[in-house]
Antibody
Framework: EVQLVESGGGLVQPGGSLRLSCSTS????????MSWVRQTPGKGLEYVSG????????YYADSVKGRFTISRDQSKNTLYLQMSSLRVEDTAVYYC????????WGQGTLVTVSS | DIQMTQSPSSLSASVGDRVTITCRAS??????LGWYQQKPGKAPKRLIY???SLQSGVPSRFSGSGSGTEFTLTISSLQPEDFATYYC?????????FGQGTRLEIK
């Protein structure tokens, strides 16, 4: 069974940093591209960032480019999202998503940016 | 960026009704589209991939069609558990983009 478990969310002040992790199991992590998608409370879904299966290519939404960094640790089957210079508008539930075709989703971790 | 325009934004229907949700892409995306269902407090769940392929375990009352710029999700006979929000997603190019969502409510 595919499992994606996000962690690292919480309350942070504007301008602060946070690192999200997504621990995976139930599939061969190194075979799959991975992504982060966020959802503002009560709103729709927004693609944040993606990384190919070997970590050689990364993609970012314009809204986070230059502030967020996606990475993966194949030995730990874990996906990361390093977030810096956080803004109030980054407040959202962040989902870890498996695959090029967005096959499976984690349950999400809430990031709140507020003073 | 490819814009995905989803309609309607909300829909009121009854158990047993047939409903259709549409997504239009701002440029051709072949069949690189998925449909997702999301219930309150839960993660999205994929229903359809490659525009018309049914995800394993998803009831056959769900179907998808389309190619290029226009796509539809059809639920042939609404069941109580189908009342949720539905999203389309294009994975033809980066950044991936979602439709705005369709909230399906009980009439």
């Amino acid at each position: 069974e595919v499992q994606l478990v996000e962690s690292g969310g919480g309350l942070v002040q504007p301008g602060g940093s946070l690192r999200l992790s997504c621990s995976t199991s139930g599939f061969t992590f190194s075979d799959y591209a991975m992504s982060w998608v966020r959802q503002t409370p009560g709103k729709g879904l927004e693609y944040v960032s993606g990384i190919n299966n070997n970590g050689g290519s990364t993609y970012y939404a314009d809204s986070v480019k230059g502030r967020f960094t996606i990475s993966r640790d194949q030995s730990k089957n874990t996906l990361y999202l390093q977030m810096s210079s956080l803004r109030v508008e980054d407040t959202a539930v962040y989902y870890c998503v498996k695959g090029f075709y967005f096959d499976d989703w984690g349950q999400g971790t809430l990031v709140t940016v507020s003073s | 960026d490819i814009q995905m325009t989803q309609s309607p934004s909300s829909l009121s229907a009854s158990v047993g009704d047939r409903v259709t949700i549409t997504c239009r892409a701002s440029q051709g995306i072949r069949n690189d589209l998925g449909w997702y269902q999301q219930k309150p407090g839960k993660a999205p769940k994929r229903l359809i991939y490659a525009a018309s392929s049914l995800q394993s375990g998803v009831p056959s009352r769900f179907s998808g069609s389309g190619s290029g710029t226009e796509f539809t999700l059809t639920i042939s006979s609404l069941q109580p558990e189908d009342f949720a929000t539905y999203y389309c997603l294009q994975h033809n190019s980066y950044p991936r983009t979602f439709g705005q969502g369709t909230r399906l409510e009980i009439k």
